[in-house]
């Protein structure tokens, strides 16, 4: 069967990321498309908007968007119109049914920009932080942290740091290594909280095997070694189960029902602390 190829344009006017999830579950409900995606955040002015439209005209396909400035929308819907482009709403539908539901129109909050602006730099704050504490580095720092990852060596720390990072979320991750135990510090943090990596065997080492092939290296060391990579596996189950820390398998998840499950537990500490206290 032939492959669809779509260009799909997404346009916010904050960090869009509605629009990525509302895309990745329609596309998800199609076989056979390779969708390309362009994403357009931050679309506040008509400038902006005018060279986005340059792109889009480059590059034609479908136009999704959630854009609260009406003369933005309206410019936006003129071009698509005027570039017989088709274009999406994406929220509309809901919107106008809880407007029937409750029985009054959508408006734009006032103060909503500032605070989008905020959400949007305290996530640029996370990305900066995550990719500063990668891999065990700046652990004395890792109390500033909201999230610390630990895990064996390819058990998809950084992926899933990054993309914890991209939600808002300062996330630092420690590889556990038998031979060299983590910082003393990482025992005895407050604030962050810390998740656990596991893996199964096989899974570990097919992604070791891949990564050492990718690198032309020789396929066949300890560092996929079958006693060695169940060594380390234990080692760290360990010590999750040690300290009490909640543990995510990865074998079977990806990285963003991973990120999810994480959330979800940081969601439930916070709700439960704010209870005790």
Sequence with gaps: MSVSRIHLHLLSD???????NIAKAAIGLFENVEAIR?????????????RIMEE????PGLVLFTLTNHVLRRRLETR????????????DSVADALSNILGQETRTRPGRKHILDE??????????FTIAHDDGVGHENWEEADIVLAGVSRASKTPTSIYLANRGY???NIPLVPESPPPRSLYGLKHPMVVGLTISPERLIQ?????????????????VDSDKVQDELAFARRMFADNGWPVIDMTRRSIEEAAAAII????????AEGNES
């Design 119 to 128: 959400a949007y730099f305290a996530r640029i704050e996370a990305i900066q």
């Design 56 to 59: 889009i005209s480059a590059h």
């Design 170 to 172: 300062k996330t630092a």
């Design 80 to 91: 698509c119109r005027a570039l017989g482009l088709p274009h999406v709403a994406a929220l």
């Design 38 to 50: 362009h994403f357009w955040p931050m679309v506040r002015s008509e400038v902006h908007l005018d």
């Design 207 to 223: 992604i070791r095997r891949n990564r050492l092939l990718s690198l032309n290296q020789a396929p066949e060391t300890s560092y």
């Design 264 to 271: 979800n537990l940081f969601n439930d500490r916070e709700l």
């Design 14 to 20: 904050s960090t869009g990321e509605t629009l990525e």
